[in-house]
């Protein structure tokens, strides 16, 4: 049994939040991450060279000096990108949310920050101008999505950055550090108050976790700028370098976003006492743009990242689509496809996601995923991987008897029989491209419908 442990920094409520803005995150479900910097550019590449690590971490992979590396800055002219395109195909996708790179471990800031020299304002792109958040953060607004702000606090750039204090020297040149970071935080919060919240990453050194004290400032600094903005668990370390969850167990931040290129155990139910969410690349292991050959073979299909939405939405958590745009600018034609694809199947089958979370009371298939809409009691079957034998089995809960199933996006008709033990054989499409979904409502003994399937989405 966890101890109460007196915190000055630990987390700052013990329940979930349940505010108009935390509801409309939990009920968006699709996200869509896009990072974006001067690692589009050359892409993995390097002298000849392809390093198959993620693209993000070029620098490291190929050991490239930083004046080499911020030399890319005078390449980043950018003249393919459009920002009303970018939030259209989100749109399309049926992302309800972006979640766009402002600095990346690379120090390099996509806004014309004051604190810093190797941003948008030294490259061709930025001297125009143009104010490329501005633009991206009006372009998505306008299509009904709302924005928040990924920021790394590791910066291979900053010289005062340190990953672990040791010295007096590295006291100080931390606590500089540590300032220049505020007051870039501070920049964007009062330059773009339009935005939901705020993504950390790069938070896991030694030198944050010391000073769990400057999480919760900076949490608390950005929901004073920006009332309500949501901010991941990421951020955040508590008085004993405890993160993401405190030493008393009690998340920190208002979701948990330690899900990072998985998702929780299928059967693992625990998770959905809180908000979360899973980031994920769309090939195996890059977040920013790749050209090698062997990154993109291990490109997920449509069918698949579909699987990952309903796994998530399942277990009561959102999901991050990441895109990783071209040095222009352009998203890339593949990403540009999974979103049609993606996107014309939640168009179709979105009521089984959007809102929803997970089903109470029944017990997970082997076939798919369940998801539940609490307003309706509806329980959605997803079935993302049908049985040889062409047949599905759905258990209703004990105390329940079937009322209806119905196919949802498609009229085409259904085959159910209803067995002994609550189950239900409903015969599935084995070669269907993509999941076939069914809505089951079920009635109690006394013939009410069973609602509150899903205590945890109240939307
Ligand atoms: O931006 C993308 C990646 O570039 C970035 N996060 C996503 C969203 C990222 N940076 N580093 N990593 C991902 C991997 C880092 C893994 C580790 Fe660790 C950091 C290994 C050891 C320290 C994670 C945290 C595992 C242990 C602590």
Redesign the pocket.
């Known amino acids: 049994m966890t101890q109460t442990v007196s915190l000055k920094y630990g987390a700052q409520r013990t329940q979930r939040r349940d505010d108009r803005r935390m509801r409309d995150f939990r009920s968006d479900r699709v996200g869509q991450?896009i990072?974006w910097g001067l690692y589009a550019i050359p892409a993995g590449r390097w002298k000849g060279r392809t390093y198959d690590f993620?693209a993000?971490?070029l620098p490291k992979s190929a050991d490239i000096a930083p004046a080499e590396w911020e030399r890319l800055a005078d390449e980043f002219a950018a003249p393919d990108f459009d920002a009303t395109e970018w939030a259209r195909m989100a749109k399309q996708l049926g992302a309800r949310y972006l979640t766009i790179?402002t600095k990346?471990?690379d120090g390099f800031c996509l806004w014309p920050s004051e604190h810093s020299d190797l941003t948008i304002a030294q490259t061709p792109f930025g001297r125009t101008g143009r104010d490329l958040l501005a633009e991206l953060i009006d372009a998505y607004t306008n299509e009904g999505l709302s924005v928040h702000l990924?920021y790394?606090v590791?910066d291979w750039h900053h010289p005062d950055w340190r990953y672990r204090v040791e010295t007096p020297e590295d006291e100080a040149a931390f606590v500089r550090y540590l300032e220049f970071a505020s007051a870039q935080l501070r920049e964007l919060a009062t330059r773009y108050p339009q935005v939901r919240g705020f993504w950390f990453?790069?938070t896991?050194?030694a030198s944050v976790k010391d000073n769990g004290w400057w999480t919760l400032e900076v949490e608390t600094m950005l929901k004073d700028l920006i009332p309500g903005a949501l901010v991941n668990s990421r951020l955040r370390a508590d008085d004993h370098g405890a993160r993401h969850f405190d030493s008393n167990g009690s998340m920190m931040g208002d979701f948990e976003s330690g899900f990072?290129r998985r998702l929780p155990n299928p059967w693992d139910t625990a998770v959905t006492e809180r908000d979360w969410e899973a980031?994920m690349t769309l090939t195996q292991g890059s977040?920013?743009r790749h050209v090698s050959t062997r990154v993109e073979a291990t490109r997920k299909s449509p069918a698949e990242v579909t699987e990952l939405i309903a796994h998530a939405v399942s277990r009561g958590g959102n999901i991050l689509l990441?895109f990783g745009p071209d040095g222009r600018g352009s998203i890339v034609p593949e990403e540009r496809a999974l979103a049609e694809s993606v996107g014309e199947w939640l168009a179709n089958c979105g009521e089984a996601i959007y809102g929803c979370g997970f089903a109470t009371g029944w017990i997970p298939p082997t076939w798919g995923h369940l998801t539940a809409d609490n307003r309706t009691g509806t329980v959605y079957a997803i079935v993302t991987n049908p049985p040889v034998s062409g047949v599905a089995l759905v258990h209703v809960p004990e105390g329940t008897t079937l009322a209806s199933i119905t196919r949802v996006g498609s009229d085409a008709p259904i085959e159910a029989v209803e067995r002994e033990q609550r189950q239900i054989a409903l015969t599935v499409d084995r070669t269907a491209p993509m999941p076939e979904v069914f809505a089951i409502a079920v009635v109690t003994a006394e013939g009410r419908p069973r609602t509150e399937v899903n205590p945890d989405v109240v939307t």
């Open positions: 991450f990072h993620a993000e971490f790179t990346h471990h990924y790394s590791l990453d790069g896991w050194d990072e980031c977040w920013g990441n």
